[in-house]
């Protein structure tokens, strides 16, 4: 940005979506849900990952148990996954084309910046610092800070939007997920899509819901 456009965003606030969005992580989670059904010699679904995309890992365990009838407690299952996923985000996880460079401009530009996420705060604080992204974000929520059943509610959006001191429609969210881009705009936020192969099948309903579509962050809008 030049010298005259650098602080075009003041007031205004990007919420960001971290698996899937910011981050290529969405393939990390299928080779754990691989991992946790081969050792139970249990064929995995082809509708599991997106059965259970939108859920915060509580309730994704209990779903578990209930559908394949497991004789297991929810948090033994959430501990096996986090086990998993922490060396995982910790190594593996690569930010999509362009992401840290987009934070970095827009923080910039005098916009405040928040994580809105699923992942709980020992793999998301694991990614960001993998990622490069620690010193990004002035806040950070999870739909469980939220009180939240998932990203079908509107709730973790409000939630980040209140933390920053922003207003929801000064707030662009960016997501990769339709029953996240459809929540954020009940949420009366500006959205904008970026297209992850773990959502491909419902990339057309996706984007004729946002405001914007992007496939690498070097696509994304300037002024929010």
């Known amino acids: 940005m030049g010298e005259n456009e650098i602080k075009v965003n003041i007031g205004k606030a990007a919420i960001f979506d971290l698996d899937g969005t910011l981050l290529d992580s969405m393939r990390v989670w299928k080779e754990i849900d691989q991992r946790f059904f081969a ?25 578990t148990i209930n559908r394949f ?13 986090n086990e ?3 060396l995982l985000y910790s ?46 974000f002035d ?29 929801p429609d000064h707030c662009t969210v960016f997501e990769d997920l339709l029953v996240a881009v459809d929540s954020a705009k009940r949420a009366g936020m500006k959205v904008w899509a970026m297209y992850d192969q773990s959502s491909a ?8 819901e946002a405001d914007g579509a992007i496939t690498d962050f ?7």
């Open 139 to 167: 806040q950070v929520c999870s739909v469980d800070d939220a009180k939240s059943i998932g990203k079908e509610e509107p709730e973790i959006y409000l939630l980040a939007s209140r933390m920053m001191g922003v207003p």
């Open 201 to 208: 099948k419902d990339w057309d309903a996706i984007r004729s």
């Open 39 to 63: 050792r139970r010699n249990i064929p995995m679904p082809d509708d599991y990952a997106s059965a259970v995309a939108s859920m915060q890992t509580g309730a994704i365990a209990r779903y």
């Open 84 to 86: 998993d996923a922490l």
């Open 91 to 136: 190594t593996a996880v690569q930010p999509k084309p362009h992401a840290l460079s987009y934070l970095q401009a827009l923080k910039a530009s005098g916009a405040a910046l928040a994580v809105a996420t699923s992942l709980p705060p020992r793999l998301r604080q694991a990614a960001l610092k993998h990622a490069g992204m620690t010193d990004c």
């Open 218 to 224: 070097a696509q994304a809008p300037a002024m929010l």
């Open 69 to 81: 009838h497991l004789d297991e407690r929810p948090e033994d299952l959430v501990e096996e996954w």
